[in-house]
């Protein structure tokens, strides 16, 4: 029994690696660490290793038709993968039905997004397999993976970080993980854009003010600025970002230049004014 198994557990995540340690020792730590001691979460680190038939205990080998580096070997992946699907069945007392997502840590997979990883947070168990070397024999990917996840466009020398950042960032979206249920809500990504800065005490550090609105207690004034400062931000770093919330939300810039021109007129009108009346 894993330290971090729990049985009433909202999520359960599965690890299939070489490095078992490696994923307890980021779970002890963390945000994700005090989910799993309350139960809400629930850890399964599998040894590869532990299912190998090779004598030597053996789980990788050289790759057909040459190359750098090993491959991991199709039987020992396969083995741990399956005696996980059956503690599944065993501990949800299904049999064959349960299709569980094998999520495999690889950069030619689709990239990791929050939307991804909201999705994921609806499943009541994951499976992460991670690989080593120069990869896993494609035969039982083809057997056993449902997605092929990237956590970005570089190169790791393993699947675990991948598997742990998507740990967390799934975690974060099961409810009771985070204190505060809103952290998860007003989040960089929630709406499509990044985060607008956030400020707290003293109100002057170092002679830099924190911004007047923030102080002004008028709730819609903050929401108008935060946003404001999200779009700037996200156009800035991100336009890409930018343009597809500019698409789908193409009344805020209606809203906005009406604003404006009410605002524009009304200056208009009240500069008039004054003029009148200093020419009379
Ligand atoms: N394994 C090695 N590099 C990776 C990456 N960028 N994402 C997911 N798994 C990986």
Known sequence: MDFFQKS????????????????????????????????ILSLEAVNIRDYTKSRHKKVDDYPYGGGAGMLMQAQPVYDACQAVIEGIQTRKKTAGEEKVRVIYLTPTGQVFSQQLARELAREEDLIFLCGHYEGIDERVLQRIVTDYVSIGDYVLTGGELPAMVMMDAIARNVPGVLGNEESAQTESFDDGLLEYPQYTRPEIWEGERVPEVLLSGDHAKVEE????????????????????????HQEYFVKKAKKEERLRRKLLKEARKKAEEEHF
């Not at 931000?233 to 919330?245: A, F, H, Q």
């Open 8 to 39: 009433e557990a909202a999520m359960f995540f599965h690890v299939l690696t070489l490095f078992p340690d490696m994923i307890r020792d980021g779970f002890t730590t963390s945000i994700l660490g005090r989910a799993a001691e309350k139960g």
């Open 225 to 248: 600025w935060r946003l404001e400062k999200s779009l700037a931000k996200t156009k800035e770093v991100r336009p890409e970002l930018y343009e597809s919330w500019a698409e789908s």
